[in-house]
């Protein structure tokens, strides 16, 4: 919580524009506002954990919608090498 201030404050301090991406990033405007006297730091850490949902369905609606030639790769168990060979051998081709 305390680093989240903190970053939100020098970001001010910058003088940065509220267009600036790096104010509208999830969870900065919300944390401004409490520095500024708006929110108590519980309702601006519920609104930026809301924000923060929110930016990360948009982002998971984005790459489902644009890639979707793409295949799902299943996360492989830690120590199993057939399946990072499995992995490996679609990811490869790929990047070549």
Do not use: Y
């Not at 644009?66 to 057939?82: E, I, K, Y």
């Amino acid at each position: 919580e305390a680093g989240a201030l903190a970053e939100a404050a020098r970001l001010g301090e910058h003088g940065l524009e509220p267009a600036e991406p790096a104010m509208s990033a999830p969870g900065v405007p919300e944390q401004k506002a409490h520095l500024a006297g708006g929110p108590t730091l519980e309702a601006a850490v519920a609104e930026a954990q809301t924000a923060t949902r929110r930016f990360a369905k948009r982002q998971m609606t984005w790459f489902r919608n644009r890639m979707r030639d793409w295949t799902p790769l299943a996360v492989p168990a830690p120590g199993d090498a057939q399946q990072m060979e499995s992995i490996a051998a679609k990811i490869f081709p790929l990047i070549r």
